[in-house]
């Protein structure tokens, strides 16, 4: 017997990247839970993948151990390899020839994400020409054109206290938007976003460019913005932003939709937003960046740390201290006086009645009792 049909003969089961939104064909592996060679039960958690509108957890098809095929950052197509399941840990495997079959069946042309097809079209790039072994993205098709200027919009009647950009044009921006024009004391100029082309319009609101404007409009006076990427899929990406706008010099406000409710004790910290119909209690804290969504509650004594997302919906009670860069998925209940840790992710609908470590993934529904 050939000792690949023999190696083939030991993998009990394959793990592969699953569909989670029909219009996105690839996803991003954030998180391994187990290690090369692991032994582990049907239905262990193995890996946490995501892509820009949803997360999931990926658990063991069968029990036996995890080879792994890829590494947490890829960004991997649906149907592609990211474990097996062998019947020993030590039995040798062409580990990285087993994770390249399924990328050879691919149809031979450049793998872009839709921004980065978006822009390489924008800068009239051929896309015959682009590399095929890897997947692009923004940044990749920036410096395969070589990074070149762009033209900076000169803006009118730009006033520093009242002038905001957005930066973002998706769904989250479209809500911030709204926020923004409801408050009635901001004036939008336009929208940055690195994957639309200047002049999009959006709700009636331009696109004025990528990133590499920023600089541009700071020296028009241009001093407010305000964050419109959501984040839910990876937070990382929204703090980054926050770091962007920072870094050139932008302030940024607190945005609380004239519709939520915020009691005068509370403490709203720089960039926050606070969208229609959710409520903050007396005394509660809301750390710079952090946000709380539609519909919310935050009750009293409670503290969200920086950059953290309370989703639509989600039930705190009083007395309750969620760290930074937390995702308190939709639906949540959290009961009196608990403690989440830095980076957890609570899923849609879930109960918690314990405290949370740090890093914890809670599924959706899940009731956690510690």
């Avoid at 997360?55 to 390899?81: H, T, Y």
């Avoid at 050879?104 to 072994?133: C, I, M, W």
């Avoid at 980076?343 to 809670?362: E, K």
């Amino acid at each position: 017997m050939e000792k690949s049909e023999k190696a083939e003969q030991m993998i009990k089961a394959e793990v592969l990247v699953p569909l989670l939104n029909a219009n996105e064909p690839e996803a991003r592996l954030v998180e391994i839970h187990v290690k090369e060679g692991q032994e582990v039960a049907k239905g262990a958690l193995l890996l946490t993948i995501e892509t820009t509108k949803a997360a999931a957890d990926v658990e063991a098809p069968e029990a036996g151990c995890v080879r792994l095929l890829a590494e947490e950052g890829a960004i991997l197509e649906v149907g592609e390899r990211l474990a097996l399941i062998t019947e020993t840990a030590d039995e040798p495997l062409d580990l990285k020839a087993s994770a390249k079959k399924e990328r050879a069946s691919a149809d031979g042309g450049p793998r872009l994400t839709k921004p980065a097809r978006v822009l390489a079209e924008q800068l009239g790039l051929d896309l015959a020409s682009l590399p095929s072994d890897r997947l692009l993205t923004e940044e990749a098709i920036r410096q395969l054109a070589g990074k070149p200027e762009v033209d900076v919009p000169v803006l009118k009647q730009v006033d520093p206290g009242k002038t905001l950009l957005i930066y973002g044009g998706g769904g989250h921006a479209k809500t911030v938007m709204e926020m923004a024009r409801a408050l009635g004391t901001f004036k939008i100029a336009g929208i940055i976003d690195d994957g639309l082309p200047a002049g999009t319009d959006i709700l009636g609101i331009p696109v004025l460019g990528p990133r590499e404007i920023l600089p541009g409009l700071v020296a028009q006076g241009v001093r407010l913005a305000a964050n419109g990427v959501g984040g839910i899929v990876d937070i990382n990406v929204r703090v980054r932003l926050f770091e962007l706008l920072e870094s050139r010099g932008f302030e940024l406000p607190a945005l609380v939709h004239p519709r939520a409710v915020v009691e005068v004790s509370a403490e709203v910290g720089a960039g926050v937003q606070v969208f229609a119909n959710a409520y903050v209690g007396s005394s509660a804290v809301l750390a710079p960046k952090c946000m709380v969504n539609t519909g919310a509650i935050v009750s009293h004594d409670c503290v969200i740390g920086s950059y953290t997302h309370i989703a639509p919906g989600a039930l705190l009670a009083g007395h309750v201290h969620v760290g930074q860069r937390v995702l308190v998925g939709m639906g949540v209940s959290v009961v009196i006086g608990i403690r989440i840790g830095d980076g957890a992710r609570i899923g849609s609908g879930a109960i918690v009645l314990a405290d949370v470590p740090p890093r914890t993934i809670l599924k959706a529904g899940e009731v956690w009792r510690g």
